[in-house]
């Protein structure tokens, strides 16, 4: 597709579970981000990729979060020992410009994770 | 951390009126960005306004952008039942030292009224 593909859209865990989500950016996008959204907030940064090479993962909460992007397209954000202030709708974005010179920002409709 | 804070939280008017929201930012930007969210769904982006803009049309929307105050402005004119969403700013403050990409604040959420 022409968009920003994610999966799965919807994800129920059990805390301490280990949850993998996906993103697929659209094709020759340098940049991909990574955000969190809680409910009734705005998103907020988890970690940036420029191409495979993952530049900033200063907005991870704790090392339980992992992100990845190995051949510079598909990146997957990883979840271990689930907990439930996990519990939140993850957003990938790809844009074909740089961080330092970004534009609009193409958007996935999310992952919404919950853990009980 | 969110850098931008929209005002206000809510806004409910009726289908033909005007809706204006507001966003202050903190520190100095690159541009400026509003994106809308309709329940359930990513985010769109709507419209971009650089540092050295004042102003900025596309469609019914109109942004403006106040360097010295830190501040903008999101203008939807003649409001259709189909604005009902939530609406976000977000800043590009890349300086060199980060890649933390834009920064959104927390969002104004509009309804429309048929």
């Known amino acids: 597709g022409a968009g920003v593909s994610q999966s799965p859209r919807y994800k129920v865990a059990k805390r301490g579970q280990d949850v993998a989500l996906r993103c697929d950016p659209i094709s020759g996008h340098v940049s991909l981000f990574w955000y969190q959204q809680a409910l009734g907030q705005g998103p907020e940064f988890l970690t940036y990729f420029q191409n495979e090479a993952q530049l900033d993962k200063s907005g991870l909460p704790s090392d339980r979060f992992f992100a990845e992007r190995p051949e510079g397209s598909v990146s997957t954000l990883k979840i271990q020992r689930t907990q439930q202030e996990d519990s939140a709708v993850y957003l990938c974005a790809s844009s074909s410009r740089l961080a330092g010179g970004l534009g609009e920002l193409f958007f996935g409709e999310g992952s919404r994770l919950t853990v009980l | 951390s969110q850098q931008g804070e929209e005002d206000p939280q809510a806004l409910s008017i009726q289908e033909g009126e005007n809706a204006t929201m507001n966003c202050s930012y903190k520190?100095?930007?690159?541009?400026l960005q509003w994106y809308r969210q309709n329940s359930g769904r990513g985010l769109v982006h709507l419209i971009l306004?650089?540092?050295?803009?004042r102003e900025k049309h596309s469609g019914r929307l109109r942004v403006t952008l106040d360097t010295s105050k830190k501040s903008s402005s999101l203008l939807i004119t003649a409001s259709r039942a189909a604005d009902t969403a939530s609406y976000f700013c977000?800043?590009?403050?890349?300086?060199?030292?980060?890649?933390?990409?834009?920064?959104f604040g927390k969002g104004t959420h509009l309804i429309i009224q048929p």
């Open positions: 520190t100095s930007i690159n541009n």
């Open positions: 977000a800043t590009d403050m890349y300086s060199g030292g980060g890649a933390d990409g834009l920064t």
């Open positions: 306004i650089r540092s050295n803009e």
